[in-house]
């Protein structure tokens, strides 16, 4: 399709709102908002977890947000009008800004209401809720968890699929991640260090990756690391960046984060990155969450991690996930069903993409901190000129025919009956 050319000055107006956009959204840093900092941690651990943890609403007022939230809301409200008055209700890209605008105030919101039970309401509008069908009539994200654990359970006492050893350093894995990344990237493009002040092992940044300094990683680790931080986390900002007119696709408001999440795992799938200990850790987070939706409190769920092999510190920290931003026995933080919730609408999505023959469609995903609801707005502005194809992208998407294989095999198996299958195998297997 052919592009058409667009006046200068509408190029212009839509870059000088989406600019607004990036330039308002700086300072809200909704994790490190919501974050519970070490004395809290050192206090459970103090009691040997038979207290719950020190966190009221207090606690959270004693943290003010990095900006005045009555200000920045209005900074936002402000912005949408103007993109309503300058292009039009019906706009495609102006609804993608007015979107995004819409999102931002309600993140402040949740984050003013922290330590409250509207944290966790808003929370639910954001990210979803555990009890969420994906279809209807389909199973729910709960559902999934527990189907998920059910399947790892089956294979947990085999001695062939237990981890290897952790013996790579913080800085053993730095150089790996950096030589990898470097020919993907281009050796001055992204950085690769070691850092103090993060809970996870790893976190991404715009051009960057941080490793925690005093964690030990496996081969595996690293190759998971280099998909899921490095190609989509990375790749997806730097491709965002690199946007001329929509710099907006830069920054990734809730809505982006189950795009991003589903695609970084579909990632570690198709890259035989991902493992059965690294899938209990996302079910098991899902779990947690629709047990605090329940009514479990924060000792419930940590006790669900001791009862499921891990170790007091690491039980604190997954339960901590669950519940930072709410009160112990409040209800939770959802924005870690985006993982497997991300991943069954992305792959559902391709699927349908190449059933469809739309495959263009696909690499679209990786224009910058997209949402699968946007895709078709995005090919149209493609066509216009206002948004570049991705400039980084990972080997699987970059040539799409094995893709579309597994794509079409996978459209065919979803046809069979399990059950049926498992009665007629029953005396083979």
């Known amino acids: 399709m052919s592009r058409r050319k667009l006046p200068d000055d509408y190029q212009k107006t839509i870059r ?38 020190a966190v009221d609403r207090a606690y959270y007022e004693s943290r003010p947000l990095a900006f005045d939230s009555t200000e920045k809301k209005l900074e936002f409200q402000n912005i949408e009008r103007d993109i309503t008055r300058h292009l039009g209700q019906f706009n495609p890209v102006g609804q993608i800004m007015r979107r995004m605008c819409k999102e931002y105030r309600m993140v402040i919101r949740m984050l003013e209401a922290r330590g ?4 966790g309401l808003i929370s639910q509008e954001l990210y979803g809720a555990a009890s969420d069908a994906f279809h209807a009539g389909d199973p729910t994200l709960a559902d999934l968890g527990l189907m998920l654990s059910d399947y790892l359970n089956n294979i947990a006492d085999r001695g062939d699929l237990k981890d290897e050893a952790k013996t790579l350093t913080a800085k053993d894995a730095v150089d790996l991640l950096q030589s990898r990344l470097g020919p993907v990237f281009g050796d001055d493009t992204i950085r690769v260090f070691e850092s103090d002040g993060i809970v996870a092992d790893a976190a991404a940044g715009a051009d960057y990756i941080k490793i925690r300094a005093d964690a030990m990683f496996n081969e595996r680790d690293v190759r998971a690391l280099e998909v899921h931080e490095g190609l989509v986390h990375v790749g997806t900002t730097l491709n965002g960046q690199n946007q001329p007119i ?4 830069s920054k990734g408001p809730p809505s982006s984060t189950v795009t991003q999440e589903g695609l970084a795992i579909l990632m570690e799938v198709i890259a035989f990155a991902s493992y059965p200990t690294r899938l209990r850790r996302l079910t098991n987070r899902t779990r947690a969450i629709h047990m605090a939706e329940e009514g479990a409190d924060f000792l419930d769920v940590y006790h669900f991690y001791r009862e499921q092999g891990y170790s007091t510190e690491e039980s604190y920290g997954s339960a901590s996930r669950a519940f930072r931003g709410s009160l112990p026995g409040g209800l939770p933080f959802t924005k870690d069903l985006s993982y497997l919730k991300g991943f069954i609408l992305i792959y559902n999505y391709i699927q349908l993409a190449v059933r469809k023959g739309k495959l263009e469609q ?10 699968l609801e946007d895709t078709r707005t995005l090919r149209q502005l493609v066509d216009e000129g206002l948004v570049v194809p991705p400039k980084y992208l990972p080997p699987q998407f970059r040539d799409l025919n094995a893709l579309s294989a597994w794509m079409c095999f996978s459209n065919f198996l979803n046809h069979l009956s399990l059950e049926r299958i498992e009665a007629d195998y029953a005396n083979i297997l």
Do not use: E
């Open 116 to 119: 409250t039970a509207d944290f």
């Open 246 to 249: 929509c710099t907006f696709l």
């Open 362 to 371: 696909i690499p679209l995903l990786f224009c910058g901190k997209t949402t």
């Open 16 to 53: 000088a709102l989406s600019d607004r956009i990036v330039q308002a959204q700086t300072p809200i840093r909704v994790l490190d908002a919501v974050k519970w900092d070490d004395g809290v941690r050192q206090g459970f651990l103090k009691h040997k977890g038979k207290s719950m943890p």
